[in-house]
C-alpha cells in the first residue's frame, strides 16, 4: 500500500478501502489535528472538530478533482470543520487559562517550552483574533482568502491580526526580559 | 512625536513604515527592539510544528466511518489481529446473542449447557429469569463469567508461550479502542441495554489496564 502513489491511495479511499484510509490518515492527521486543535483552543473539542474534518472528507473524496494538492484541500477542508462547528460552540465560556509563568525561560532553551507558550497564549486570544492570527501567521493566508474563509473584508483580517500580535506580545511579555538580561534575541530560533 | 502603539508596530512586521513611522523607530531603541521581538514572534508562530492527535483518535474515527459506511472492512486487518482477539469478539458475541435472549425470554428458556472456564458446567440460559430485573442479572454474571473465562484464556497463552500471546500492548490497545468505540456507539444507540453497557464498561476497564501495562514497559510510541 505505501508503495501507492497518492492518487491510487486516494482512488482506494474513495471506495471505502479500510487501508488507503488508514494511510491518508497517519499521513495527514497531525497536520489536521494541529489546525483544528489551534481554532478551537480546547482539547475535547478539537478532537470532536478534527474527526468531523476526516469524516467531511472522506466523503468528499469521489469530489476531489487533484486541481490542487491533496494536503491543501484536506486542509480547507478541516479550517472549514472547524470554523463552522466552533460557530456553534460559541457559547461556551472562554477559559482564560493561566500562562506557565513558573517555567524557566531562555532564549536557546529548546524550542519545545517557546511552542507550548505561543499555544498556549493563542489559546487566551478572542475568537476572532485567534483565527485570524493562526491563518495569517502559523498557515500562511492571505488576508484575501482569510475574508473568504471568515466571511469578513480584508481590511477587518488586517485589524484583527494586528491586535491579535500585539495581545500576544502582552501575553508573552515575560519572555523578553529574561531574554534581554541574557543578551539574546527573544525569538532566535 | 507621537509614540507608536503596539498595534501599530504589528502592523510593520508587514507593512513598510511611513516616513514619520521610519523617523521614530530610528529615534526610539525601544520601539526598535518591540518590533523586533514581533518579528521574532510571528516567524516563531510560522514555524510552530504539526500536533500530534490524541491517543485513540483513529479507533473512533474508523468506528465512525464504518458506522456511515464510509469504511469498508479491511481482510488484512482482520487477518493480523491477535487470535486472542478473535476468541474474545466470539465470545462476545456469542455472550450477547444469550443475554439478548435472555433479556428478551424471560418465560421459558432453552436448557442449554456447556463447560465452564473451569471444566465445570454451567448453564448458559437462565431458567428462573422471572422478570427483567432477574435477566439483567443474570446477563451481568455471565459477563463476569466471559472476564474470567478471558483472563484465563489470556493466562494459558502466556503459560505456553504462544506467539498470538505475545502480543504488544500497543496493538492490544488498538484493538480495544476499537472496541470501545463499538461500544460506545452502540450505547449510544440503546443507552439503557444492560449487557451494552457492561460491555463498554469492561472494554474501558481492559483499556486502561492495558494503558498502565504500556506505560509501564514504556513503549508507547503508538499515538494512534
Same mark, same amino acid.
Given at each position: 500500500?505505501?508503495?501507492?502513489?497518492?492518487?491510487?491511495?486516494?482512488?482506494?479511499?474513495? +471506495?471505502?478501502?479500510?487501508?488507503?484510509?488508514?494511510?491518508?490518515?497517519?499521513?495527514?492527521?497531525?497536520?489536521?489535528? +494541529? %489546525?483544528?486543535?489551534?481554532?478551537?483552543?480546547?482539547?475535547?473539542? +478539537?478532537?470532536?472538530?478534527?474527526q468531523?474534518?476526516?469524516?467531511?472528507?472522506?466523503?468528499?473524496?469521489?469530489?476531489?478533482?487533484?486541481?490542487?494538492?491533496?494536503?491543501t484541500?484536506?486542509?480547507?477542508?478541516?479550517?472549514? +470543520?472547524?470554523?463552522?462547528?466552533?460557530?456553534?460552540?460559541q457559547?461556551?465560556?472562554?477559559?482564560?487559562?493561566?500562562?506557565?509563568?513558573?517555567?524557566? %525561560?531562555?532564549?536557546?532553551?529548546?524550542?519545545?517550552?517557546?511552542?507550548?507558550?505561543?499555544?498556549?497564549?493563542?489559546?487566551?486570544?478572542?475568537?476572532?483574533?485567534?483565527?485570524?492570527?493562526?491563518?495569517?501567521? %502559523?498557515?500562511?493566508?492571505?488576508?484575501?482568502?482569510?475574508?473568504?474563509?471568515?466571511?469578513?473584508?480584508?481590511?477587518t483580517?488586517?485589524?484583527?491580526?494586528?491586535?491579535?500580535?500585539?495581545?500576544?506580545?502582552?501575553?508573552?511579555?515575560?519572555?523578553?526580559?529574561?531574554?534581554?538580561?541574557?543578551?539574546?534575541e527573544?525569538?532566535?530560533? | 512625536?507621537e509614540?507608536?502603539?503596539?498595534?501599530?508596530?504589528?502592523?510593520?512586521?508587514?507593512?513598510?513604515?511611513?516616513?514619520?513611522?521610519r523617523?521614530?523607530?530610528?529615534?526610539?531603541?525601544?520601539?526598535?527592539?518591540?518590533?523586533?521581538?514581533?518579528?521574532?514572534?510571528?516567524?516563531?508562530?510560522?514555524?510552530?510544528?504539526?500536533?500530534?492527535?490524541?491517543?485513540?483518535?483513529?479507533?473512533?474515527?474508523?468506528?465512525?466511518?464504518?458506522?456511515?459506511?464510509?469504511?469498508?472492512?479491511?481482510?488484512?486487518?482482520l487477518?493480523?489481529?491477535?487470535?486472542?482477539?478473535?476468541?474474545?469478539?466470539?465470545?462476545?458475541?456469542?455472550?450477547?446473542?444469550?443475554?439478548?435472549?435472555?433479556?428478551?425470554?424471560?418465560?421459558?428458556?432453552?436448557?442449554?449447557?456447556m463447560?465452564?472456564?473451569?471444566?465445570?458446567?454451567?448453564?448458559?440460559?437462565?431458567s428462573?429469569?422471572?422478570?427483567?430485573?432477574?435477566?439483567?442479572?443474570?446477563?451481568?454474571?455471565?459477563?463476569?463469567?466471559?472476564?474470567?473465562?478471558?483472563?484465563?484464556?489470556?493466562?494459558?497463552?502466556?503459560?505456553?508461550?504462544?506467539?498470538?500471546?505475545?502480543s504488544?500492548?500497543?496493538?492490544?490497545?488498538?484493538?480495544?479502542?476499537?472496541?470501545?468505540?463499538?461500544?460506545?456507539?452502540?450505547?449510544?444507540?440503546?443507552?439503557?441495554?444492560?449487557?451494552?453497557?457492561?460491555?463498554?464498561?469492561?472494554?474501558?476497564?481492559?483499556?486502561?489496564?492495558?494503558?498502565?501495562?504500556?506505560?509501564?514497559?514504556?513503549?508507547?510510541?503508538?499515538?494512534?
Amino acid at each position: 500500500m505505501t508503495d501507492l502513489s497518492e492518487a491510487q491511495i486516494i482512488r482506494k479511499a474513495c +471506495a471505502g478501502d479500510g487501508s488507503a484510509i488508514r494511510l491518508l490518515y497517519e499521513r495527514y492527521a497531525p497536520r489536521v489535528y +494541529a %489546525v483544528v486543535r489551534r481554532i478551537a483552543a480546547d482539547d475535547d473539542l +478539537a478532537q470532536d472538530y478534527a474527526q468531523e474534518a476526516w469524516i467531511r472528507a472522506i466523503r468528499a473524496l469521489p469530489t476531489f478533482r487533484g486541481d490542487s494538492r491533496f494536503s491543501t484541500w484536506l486542509h480547507r477542508i478541516a479550517v472549514n +470543520a472547524a470554523l463552522q462547528a466552533l460557530r456553534k460552540t460559541q457559547t461556551r465560556t472562554k477559559k482564560e487559562a493561566p500562562m506557565p509563568a513558573t517555567v524557566p %525561560v531562555g532564549p536557546r532553551m529548546g524550542d519545545t517550552l517557546l511552542e507550548q507558550r505561543l499555544e498556549a497564549a493563542m489559546d487566551r486570544l478572542p475568537d476572532g483574533m485567534r483565527q485570524v492570527l493562526i491563518l495569517h501567521d %502559523v498557515e500562511g493566508y492571505t488576508h484575501e482568502e482569510i475574508g473568504e474563509v471568515l466571511g469578513v473584508t480584508s481590511g477587518t483580517s488586517k485589524s484583527q491580526l494586528f491586535k491579535a500580535r500585539a495581545r500576544m506580545r502582552e501575553f508573552l511579555s515575560g519572555l523578553d526580559e529574561k531574554d534581554m538580561q541574557n543578551g539574546a534575541e527573544a525569538w532566535s530560533i | 512625536m507621537e509614540h507608536l502603539n503596539l498595534d501599530t508596530l504589528a502592523r510593520l512586521v508587514d507593512e513598510t513604515p511611513s516616513r514619520e513611522e521610519r523617523h521614530h523607530l530610528e529615534d526610539c531603541t525601544r520601539f526598535r527592539t518591540e518590533l523586533a521581538l514581533l518579528q521574532g514572534q510571528t516567524h516563531a508562530l510560522g514555524e510552530l510544528p504539526d500536533l500530534r492527535p490524541p491517543r485513540g483518535d483513529w479507533a473512533m474515527l474508523e468506528a465512525r466511518l464504518m458506522s456511515e459506511g464510509l469504511l469498508r472492512h479491511d481482510r488484512s486487518l482482520l487477518a493480523s489481529t491477535p487470535a486472542w482477539m478473535k476468541v474474545a469478539a466470539t465470545i462476545v458475541l456469542f455472550l450477547g446473542g444469550t443475554g439478548l435472549g435472555m433479556a428478551l425470554d424471560t418465560v421459558g428458556a432453552a436448557d442449554s449447557r456447556m463447560a465452564g472456564a473451569d471444566g465445570a458446567p454451567f448453564s448458559l440460559v437462565s431458567s428462573t429469569a422471572g422478570s427483567l430485573a432477574e435477566a439483567e442479572e443474570a446477563v451481568r454474571l455471565y459477563e463476569r463469567r466471559y472476564m474470567d473465562a478471558l483472563v484465563q484464556y489470556r493466562q494459558l497463552l502466556d503459560s505456553e508461550g504462544s506467539p498470538a500471546g505475545a502480543s504488544s500492548p500497543e496493538s492490544r490497545l488498538a484493538a480495544l479502542e476499537y472496541l470501545v468505540a463499538a461500544g460506545q456507539a452502540a450505547v449510544q444507540q440503546a443507552p439503557a441495554d444492560p449487557f451494552l453497557n457492561g460491555f463498554l464498561a469492561s472494554a474501558m476497564a481492559e483499556r486502561q489496564a492495558t494503558y498502565r501495562a504500556a506505560l509501564q514497559e514504556g513503549s508507547a510510541d503508538d499515538w494512534y
